[in-house]
Each structure stands twice: as structure tokens, then as C-alpha cells.
């Protein structure tokens, strides 16, 4: 067979040549814009002349600061199919992490959207490899900022060459785009991605078993653009000429609900926290999402409660998937086989409400002490992933990399157990299982349990030292609105369905979990909280 490379070039080529009406729909601070991949193409090229004129070369890392738009979505091809490498850059870092970033990933070019400047100009004398910063704004001119020299978007593109050739020899196997974990779990950590890893996850999310994501879509990721690529979302969707709907800064339920009814979503993509608020805001204001296909829900674990409802009550159909940065991100997604559709409901919620079979290209394992676990459902070990598109080091972190890339397989950190189907269930991360007594609890499956009760908006479920079983767990609970519940009546709620040993020895409730950058439960934090209160 040929050995002809796969590249974000040629995605980004398809999609101006084959798909140049349709559409891209996006919503930044200045309203909703339309374009076409016509015109998309052609800004994308002129951006890739624009930063060749910068100075940016082949390898040099170009960092973007921006929400989910247009202008980042041409970034998104302009820097790799140029041969640069996109570093999106999580604007919910705390400065120290901006700058420790940054400085490691050693961005020559920062293109950054104008609410998120001041968030740069405060750090500008700490990066000192950055040499140009362009704003993402509607502008031609470039408003007040201690940055410099500082370009406007529109200013570049509209000077920019629209029939530039991407003349770069882009190997394959070279980074297209570089993403640090957003460090739940300490310092953030690089990952580096190829062309081809980009490319062949892109074609995953299209498999009819998995996103399924095609030409006749409406695709609107939430998951943010600096986080894993939006889960690789844009990548696909461009390259399969998909509608896309980009929903912007500060998209709240309503927001987000909005665009789903005028632009007729057909799939989107986000975090349990995204999906709740949508659920909330559904259940209080009339839309109609009958468009909606698909709703991907991964980053953190789905609460059967949250499926139930979506698919139940609203007939929207809602697919949990699992992934982390290191792996482009996707690796598992539930989806029932075509033998277990006529089980009984509850039955099919159980395995939907996991977190999937792996996707075909990749291979899985899971070890503990005695080797590799079972496939029973019962049996715990920690996830090992390998293939074309995990990564197989962190960026300039022989440390980290040594710990987590080890025989040949990626170490996930996360504990699973795999059912006779091969589905793999996360019970907890290595550091939040819950050893009670010298035996785990799964701090996940408390917590889904509690948000399955009608009472309770979000629970977290954290460890205790105790002086006789090592550690037990307590509960944090955040209660609907007007809802009142007792800590009595909760614990009894657990009692019914858990062993007596699994049930938490307290319950806080609070006014709020907190999170990380990303929307998941900081649960490192609310530790640290509860041990003060308690
Ligand atoms: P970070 O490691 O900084 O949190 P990632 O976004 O890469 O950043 O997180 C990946 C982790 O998120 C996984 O290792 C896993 O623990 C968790 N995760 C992702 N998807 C799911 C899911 N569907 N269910 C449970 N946990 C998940």
C-alpha cells in the first residue's frame, strides 16, 4: 500500500474543496457569525502567511487562549498544516501554572481572545519566549493593552495571503498540537500530538459504533477547545464537512439550550457538570431538542441518574465515554450490543452507565498485584491503554514519563474492573479510592448513587482518616433548590442499596462543590475542606 501521510492539512483541504457551503456557526462576544468552509479555508490560510510572516517556523509552538469559536477553530488548522505546533492553553489556569506552561511549551506566538488579555498582560514579563501576541477579536485595530507587539486577528487575516500553499514537508509522524493536563493531579503535565494520532482519533469519532460523527451532523462541542481538543470534536467534524456551532465564552444553559433549538444540533460533547446545568435549565424553560441525536458525556463519571433523566424523561439520547489528555482523549464508549436491546431497562441503564467498550485501534488491559484482572465486573485493577494515538511521553518530563509510560502501555491511574462483555466500569482514580479498613470503596459509585436521588443537584464523595479503619467516607451534598433532606434520610437512602461498610460515616452539605478548571470535582480541595470542618 502507499505510505501517503495523514495530516490536518489535508482535513482542513477536504472540507474547503467538498463542503465549501456548509456551515460554521459561531458565537464570540461580538454575536453569531456564519461562515462557510469556503470562507473558513481561505482565513485559515491566510492566518498560516500571516504567522510565516511572524516568524513562526516548522516546530515552533504557537499557544491560543480562547473559548470555543471560529477564529480558534481556524487556528486549529492554520498552525499544524503550516507545521507549528497549536498549544491551547487552559485559560482557567492560575497564573503560576500560565507561566509554567508557557515558558515549558516555549510559545513563540500567543493568540488570545480580548476578555482573556488581561490574564496574559499580567504575566507578560514572566514569558519571555513569547515574542508576538495576536487578539482574537472582532477588530481591525488592537484595543488598549500593555502587550506588545500586539496584532489584530482580523487585521492579520484580512492582510494575509487567502491562497497561500501550505508548502510545509509535514511528516506524519510530526506534533500537530500539544495540550498539558489540567492537573487534578499535581503540575500540569505536556502531551504532544502527531498528525497522524490527530488524524486516525479524528476518523474514530466518525465509526457508527462510536460518535458516529458525520456530513449530515450539527455538531456542537462544549467540551472547551483547550481541553483535549474539544475531545478532537472540530477535527472530525471539519474534516467530515459537518455543520458546526460553536457556542462561545461563558455559554450558560440557557445559552446553550438556545442554540440548540434555533440551529437544530444533531450531537454535542461536554462534561456531567455541563449536562446537569442543561437538565436544570430544560426542566425550568420550554425548548424543543428533538434534533439532538447524541449527547457525549465523558472527563468524569456520568451518574445514572443524569442518563436516566436525559433519556427517560427529555428522549434525548445520552452516551457516556471515557478518555484523559493523554489519549486524544477518546479510548471506551458505552453503547449496548445489538443482542442486549431487549433487555430490561434497568438492565440496559447498568451497562450504558459504565464507561464503555474500547474503541477499535486501541488495546486495553487492567493489573493489580496478582496480574491482569478478570473479566467479571467484579475484579479491580489499574487501566493500561495502548496504540496509534496514546501518547508515550509527557513533553520535556523524563520523570513523569517514566512513571506513567512504562512496557509499552500508558498507566492511567485510574482503577477499573472489565465485565465478561469487556466493558470497563471506573470504579475511583488510584488516589481517591476510599481504603477503608484495608478494603476499597469507590468513591464514584457513592457518589452516582446520590445523585440519583431526585433531592440531591451534585455529590462528592471524599476520605476521612480514622483511627480504626484507616479511612472512611464522608459525603458532600449540594440539594435541589427548595429541596430539604436529613442527613438520616440520606444515609438510609444509601443504606438500601450498599453494603453497611460502604455507607459514609457523615454528610456535609454544602452551598457548592468545588471544581476544577474543567468541571470536575477538586476533590484534592474539598478534602483539604471537609477535614477542617470535621
Ligand atoms: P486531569 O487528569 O487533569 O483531570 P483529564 O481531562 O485528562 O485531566 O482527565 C482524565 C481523567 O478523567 C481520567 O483519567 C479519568 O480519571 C477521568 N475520566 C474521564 N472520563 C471519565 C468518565 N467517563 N468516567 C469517569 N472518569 C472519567
Redesign the pocket.
Known amino acids: 500500500m502507499m505510505n501517503t501521510p495523514l495530516t490536518i492539512t489535508s482535513m482542513i483541504e477536504r472540507a474547503e474543496k467538498y463542503f465549501s457551503k456548509k456551515k460554521v456557526i459561531s458565537r464570540t462576544q461580538g454575536g453569531i457569525h456564519e461562515l462557510t468552509y469556503k470562507d473558513i479555508g481561505k482565513r485559515v490560510r491566510a492566518l498560516s502567511s500571516a504567522l510565516e510572516e511572524l516568524g513562526v517556523e516548522q516546530g515552533d509552538r504557537v499557544g491560543t487562549l480562547a473559548w470555543n469559536h471560529h477564529r480558534h477553530l481556524e487556528a486549529y488548522f492554520a498552525i499544524p498544516s503550516m507545521g507549528a505546533v497549536l498549544h491551547t492553553i487552559n485559560i482557567r489556569l492560575p497564573a503560576e501554572h500560565l507561566i509554567h506552561i508557557i515558558n515549558h511549551a516555549e510559545d513563540k506566538v500567543l493568540l488570545v481572545d480580548p476578555d482573556l488579555l488581561p490574564l496574559i498582560e499580567k504575566i507578560a514579563d514572566q514569558i519571555p519566549a513569547v515574542k508576538a501576541f495576536i487578539v482574537m477579536g472582532e477588530d481591525f485595530y488592537v484595543p488598549e493593552s500593555s502587550l506588545d507587539p500586539l496584532y489584530a486577528y482580523e487585521h492579520l487575516v484580512a492582510e494575509g495571503d487567502k491562497t497561500y500553499e501550505y508548502t510545509a514537508q509535514i511528516d506524519e509522524n510530526d506534533p500537530a498540537g500539544m495540550c498539558y493536563?489540567?492537573?487534578?493531579?499535581g503540575k500540569?503535565k505536556g502531551?504532544v500530538y502527531s498528525h497522524r494520532g490527530i488524524a486516525l482519533h479524528s476518523m474514530s469519532l466518525g465509526l457508527a459504533d462510536t460518535a458516529a460523527l458525520s456530513e449530515s451532523d450539527v455538531s456542537m462541542p462544549v467540551v472547551p477547545m483547550f481541553?483535549?481538543n474539544a475531545w478532537g470534536v472540530p477535527f472530525s467534524a471539519t474534516w467530515f464537512g459537518a455543520t458546526q456551532v460553536l457556542p462561545g465564552p461563558y455559554a450558560a444553559p440557557k445559552i446553550l439550550a438556545e442554540l440548540i433549538e434555533t440551529y437544530k444540533v444533531t450531537t454535542s460533547a461536554g462534561?456531567?457538570t455541563i449536562w446537569l446545568g442543561l437538565l436544570k435549565e430544560i426542566e425550568t424553560n420550554n425548548y424543543d431538542l428533538s434534533s439532538i441525536r447524541a449527547i457525549l458525556?465523558?472527563?468524569?463519571?456520568?451518574p445514572e441518574g443524569l442518563i436516566r433523566a436525559f433519556e427517560l424523561k427529555h428522549g434525548i439520547p445520552f452516551i457516556?465515554?471515557?478518555?484523559?489528555?493523554?489519549?486524544t482523549?477518546l479510548?471506551?464508549l458505552a453503547r449496548l450490543k445489538s443482542y442486549q436491546s431487549d433487555l430490561p431497562e434497568d438492565d440496559r441503564l447498568s451497562i450504558r452507565k459504565k464507561?464503555g467498550l474500547v474503541v477499535p485501534g486501541l488495546d486495553i488491559k487492567a493489573i493489580n498485584d496478582s496480574g491482569e484482572i478478570k473479566h467479571d465486573g467484579e475484579d479491580m485493577g489499574e487501566?493500561l491503554i495502548r496504540g496509534p494515538w496514546i501518547a508515550d511521553e509527557y513533553y520535556r518530563d523524563p520523570d513523569k514519563s517514566v512513571e506513567t509510560f512504562r512496557d509499552g502501555w500508558l498507566h492511567?491511574?485510574?482503577v477499573v474492573t472489565i465485565d465478561e462483555e469487556g466493558n470497563v466500569e471506573?470504579v475511583?482514580?488510584t488516589k481517591?479510592l476510599i481504603k477503608s479498613g484495608g478494603e476499597w470503596i469507590s468513591s464514584?459509585e457513592l457518589e452516582n448513587a446520590l445523585m440519583g436521588h431526585e433531592g440531591i443537584f451534585e455529590a462528592a464523595v471524599v476520605s476521612m482518616p480514622d483511627p480504626k479503619w484507616q479511612e472512611r467516607p464522608v459525603a458532600c451534598v449540594v440539594l435541589h433548590e427548595g429541596v430539604e433532606l436529613s442527613k438520616e434520610e440520606i444515609l438510609a437512602y444509601l443504606e438500601a442499596k450498599f453494603v453497611k461498610w460502604w455507607v459514609p460515616d457523615d454528610v456535609i452539605f454544602m452551598e457548592e462543590i468545588p471544581k476544577?478548571s474543567?468541571g470536575?470535582f477538586l476533590k484534592r480541595t474539598l478534602r483539604d475542606q471537609v477535614r477542617e470542618m470535621v
Open positions: 493536563t489540567s492537573a487534578t493531579t500540569p502531551v481541553h483535549a462534561v456531567p458525556c465523558g472527563g468524569s463519571a456520568a457516556h465515554a471515557y478518555g484523559m489528555t493523554e489519549t482523549p479510548v471506551t464507561q487501566l492511567t491511574g485510574d471506573i475511583d482514580r481517591d464514584v476544577t474543567v470536575k
